[in-house]
């Protein structure tokens, strides 16, 4: 299990290289320093010593991968490359337009986004699951053929639908909670408490109509008919074979997105005033701060990485045929 | 002046290639089966009338052109430097007349007040009349008398057709009596009563009010529908040769290939979607920021942001499609058939083109009708985060990111919202049961 484990941390330093490279790509080659200089100082009155300046304050200065000038092993470290993209592998991430070191800033934001991201997930499963479940045993009648309607029609609902008419309902109609803001402690859960609610009813469509058709698949097979033919109460194979074998798929899908719950949701954040990640990165792009967006996007790829990991774990434990060799 | 536009030709291309795959389907069996079950699903037939209304309004928004401005009989002519299309012809009226800011549906007075001149010469802040919205009212107490009227005698054309329409399903189901025209019948009279009364009202109201700078909502709302299909279409024709290429190629040809294709997806999959997306598309900003001389018109600099989007969004999620099609080409070519044309010695183009693709096929299309509504809806949450298209192409996404800050007013402005999710939810409601639809009517487990 251990030896399992290291190899896959090993595979994942190549893909995290390629990520580097397709994002060091995308942030100096496609457009140069000069042109993302020109383009925060405003195109227009813009001279060469203002642009030059600019890239000296942020170490934007140096030639991209190899640097003839240095001396001895400076050559490769007094680049670009290196410092901004080679950097990051240590989570160096330098400082963001404004001066800030991007690193504090974002384990500072990790945990309000967290604990907007957590919550929404743990019940967000609960429900599905029992949503389609519920569905699943009252399957071919109408409350089955009522609940895949809805789900349908919930999956056609845009997220941004649910956020603002949810802020609309709960927040200016009925003054229940306040319309966006952030406090720390347990001031948290009243602010909290709208957006895991949006959170959790935009991902039931799909979720619930997906886990249905899991169970659906699940009670076709043979060891259910068997099942049933000890005469086993329907509500016993439900819940006692279908849900268990079930839950194998669905538990191994949603464990890749358990680390990315760190980087938090971008819409619900800005749009609550949560000061997590997702309010981090919308803001960064808004204001075109590539640093923080190259970091962001080197932290996102680690994440998911480890949610790879984890998912290829989690299906030893859960199911026993699995054998890690 | 005909201007063509990049997604105009990519558009046209598309309808050229859906006739030209109808007309295969037809003469071959084993695409006409499948096709044959889609067609038989009420709900199929249902929403595809929806879309095919939608992408009437699209098509009709993708013939672009520039009008010829009124000189003298010698000068030479001039066109006017606006980017009309079709469908503009078609709303002239609507286009038009726009009003100063807000205004709520069918209203005849401003949302906002005004210092107006009273006839005496003494001044008065109140709510200001429109200059379009109910102008032909000379009293405002028959404003719904007036309403009521007009909204009934649209009411009545759309009832005389949708008994046309009845007529003609009953005409079609003596034809082909096994496909469900009942329902295609039903949801084409429930269009036709809906948009009766809002032509007739829309020639002298404005039926969805005004938004911020008095642009007519409904309006904007028709000139959005083409951006959704764009994106809808246009990203699955970027995605499937790529996804398709290479996820066969992985299956097939195994060893370092597949592993070069698999590092690949996996590193592009580990980049979160959205900011992969935003990245790339800061960095197109950059390039057309700093490179204006590029673009002759605003149109078409909002056209070439739109088709880089699409272009983006298809290289970031063609990796879905790669990998099933890998997994099912994997299987494919361990079957006896495919060992068999080895053994004959045909080549490996080949046998990828004339034997693993025909049989792959149906995975590309369930993939493509799937991720239409995806994309609809990606579009709007992508337009807010500032990473979608142009700012001043209409769309959903910019309709909604304009109209979100007004919901804190009072009274509150709630008619372009409330438009353009109406809209997008129907576009996208739609294409899912459509899409439900095909993936039942093309999945090989249900066939008997």
């Known amino acids: 299990m251990f030896a399992y484990v290291v190899r896959r941390v090993l595979y994942a330093v190549p893909i995290l290289i390629g990520v580097n490279l397709i994002t060091f790509a995308l942030f100096f080659v496609v457009n140069t320093p000069d042109d993302m200089a020109r383009m925060q100082l405003g195109a227009r009155r813009v001279t060469p010593e203002a642009v030059e300046k600019w890239k000296a304050e942020r170490g934007y200065d140096l030639p991209l991968v190899w640097n003839a000038a240095a001396q001895g092993t400076g050559k490769a470290t007094r680049t670009i490359f290196f410092q901004k993209s080679v950097r990051l592998f240590v989570f160096d991430f330098g400082y963001s337009e404004d001066k800030r070191d991007i690193a504090a800033e974002i384990k500072a934001r990790m945990w309000p986004s967290l604990a907007l991201a957590l919550p929404v997930f743990l019940v967000g499963l609960a429900v599905c699951i029992s949503f389609a479940l519920l569905m699943a045993f009252f399957r071919a009648t109408y409350l089955d053929f009522w609940g895949v309607v809805l789900c349908v029609a919930m999956m056609s609902i845009s997220t941004l639908f649910y956020i603002i008419g949810g802020q609309y309902v709960a927040s200016k109609v009925w003054h229940l909670v306040p319309i966006s803001g952030y406090a720390g402690g347990l001031d948290a859960a009243k602010f909290l408490a709208l957006p895991v609610l949006i959170g959790v009813i935009s991902g039931i469509g799909a979720s619930s109509r997906w886990y249905r058709t899991l169970f659906l698949e699940e009670m076709g097979k043979d060891y259910v008919r068997t099942a049933r033919a000890k005469g086993l109460a329907e509500s016993v194979v439900l819940f006692r074979h279908v849900l268990k074998n079930a839950l194998i798929p669905i538990l191994t899908g949603v464990v890749v997105v358990i680390p990315l719950l760190f980087l938090g949701s971008l819409l619900s954040e800005s749009f609550f005033g949560i000061p997590g990640l997702g309010s981090y990165t919308i803001d960064a792009i808004q204001a075109q701060d590539f640093a923080v967006v190259r970091s962001m996007v080197f932290i996102g790829s680690v994440l998911y990485i480890a949610g790879l990991i984890l998912t290829d774990i989690s299906y030893t434990l859960v199911d026993p045929r699995i054998r890690l060799e | ?448």
């Open chain 2, 1 to 448: 002046m005909p201007v063509v536009l990049v997604t105009d030709v990519l558009v046209w291309l598309l309808v050229a290639a859906a006739a030209g795959y109808a007309i295969y389907c037809r003469r071959h069996a084993h695409l006409a089966g499948p096709w044959g079950r889609v067609f038989r699903s009420p709900a199929a037939m249902a929403s595809l009338v929806v879309l095919g209304a939608y992408v009437a309004l699209g098509l009709l928004d993708s013939l672009h052109f520039r009008p010829a401005l009124a000189q003298k009989a010698d000068a030479p002519s001039a066109y006017a430097s606006e980017v009309l299309s079709v469908l503009d012809l078609g709303l002239a009226q609507l286009r038009g007349r726009g009003e100063k800011t807000y205004s709520a549906p069918l209203a005849t007075r401003s949302y906002a007040k005004e210092l107006i001149e009273q006839p005496d010469g003494r001044q008065l802040r109140d709510f200001p009349r429109l200059r379009f919205g109910g102008a032909q009212l000379h009293d405002e107490a028959d404003w719904a008398a007036d309403v009521a009227q007009r909204a009934l005698g649209g009411l009545a054309v759309s009832v005389l057709l949708s008994f046309v329409v009845l007529l003609g399903t009953k005409i079609l189901k003596k034809k082909r009596p096994d496909i469900p025209w009942q329902a295609a019948g039903i949801s084409l009279g429930a269009l036709l009563l809906l948009a009766g009364p809002a032509v007739a009202l829309s020639s002298v109201y404005h039926v969805l009010g005004t938004d911020k700078v008095g642009q007519d909502v409904f309006y904007l709302a028709l000139k959005s529908v083409r951006t959704s299909l764009v994106i809808g279409t246009v990203t699955t024709l970027v995605l499937l040769p790529v996804g398709i290429a290479l996820g066969t190629m992985a299956g097939y040809f195994k060893g370092w290939i597949d592993d070069v294709i698999q590092y690949i997806y996996t590193t592009l999959n580990s980049i979160p979607g959205v900011l992969l997306i935003a990245a790339a598309v800061l960095m197109m900003q950059v390039y057309i920021d700093l490179h204006p001389e590029t673009f002759p018109t605003a149109v078409q600099r909002a056209d070439l942001r739109l088709l880089f989007l699409c272009v983006i969004l298809g290289l970031t999620s063609w990796t879905g499609l790669a990998r099933l099609l890998r997994g099912e080409t994997l299987k494919l070519s361990q079957l006896e058939y495919i060992q068999a044309a080895h053994a004959f010695g045909v080549r490996d183009t080949r046998i990828l083109a004339r034997h693993i693709l025909p049989n792959v096929s149906h995975i590309v299309i369930i993939a493509m009708v799937m991720d239409f509504s995806g994309l609809v809806l990606a579009e709007a949450v992508l337009s807010y985060v500032g990473v979608g298209v142009d700012p001043s192409t209409n769309s959903f996404g910019t309709m909604i990111n304009a109209a979100r800050l007004e919901m804190s007013r009072e009274p509150v402005v709630w008619w372009a919202l409330a438009t353009a999710f109406t809209f997008m939810f129907a576009l996208v409601l739609a294409a899912n049961l459509f899409a439900d639809a095909v993936r039942d009517g093309f999945d090989p487990r249900v066939r008997m």
